[in-house]
């Protein structure tokens, strides 16, 4: 039998809930990285972004013309995507730092987000 859409999903995003923590997040800056994004069960797509980190806990992952604003707070990260200047969706979500990998979910669109940081820019 099959699990119900959305449940392993919710069971990823509740092994996240207690395990967000800023302690482990890499240094504030400008980083060259990738944005995964899984939906429901089919593989990740994954393209290249532009990461800022800044001391204020706000985290700005810019693919193209949508950027993901992401404020990080000690048990979850609150999402808005906005496109230019118009907001075009918005969630919280429990999340963790694996590495230089931050990993969250949208629970209500069964969709799972991996933003993985390159290098440092100077």
């Given at each position: 039998m099959r699990a119900p859409r959305g449940a392993l999903l919710g069971a990823a995003a509740l092994a996240l809930a207690g395990t967000g923590?800023?302690?482990?997040?890499?240094a504030d800056g400008h980083y060259d990285g990738t944005l995964c994004v899984t939906v429901?069960?089919?593989p990740a797509s994954c393209g290249a972004a532009e990461v800022g980190l800044s001391a204020d806990s706000l985290a700005r992952v810019r693919v193209s013309d949508i950027t993901f604003q992401l404020w990080l707070y000690p048990s979850r990260v609150s999402v808005v995507?906005?496109?230019?200047?118009m907001q075009i969706h918005e969630f919280e979500s429990a999340y963790a730092w694996?590495?230089?990998s931050l990993q969250?979910?949208?629970v209500a669109?069964?969709?799972r987000y991996e933003v993985r940081l390159g290098e440092r820019k100077p």
């Open positions: 923590a800023l302690a482990t997040a890499p429901a069960a089919a995507v906005m496109h230019g200047n694996q590495g230089p969250f979910a949208d669109k069964n969709t």
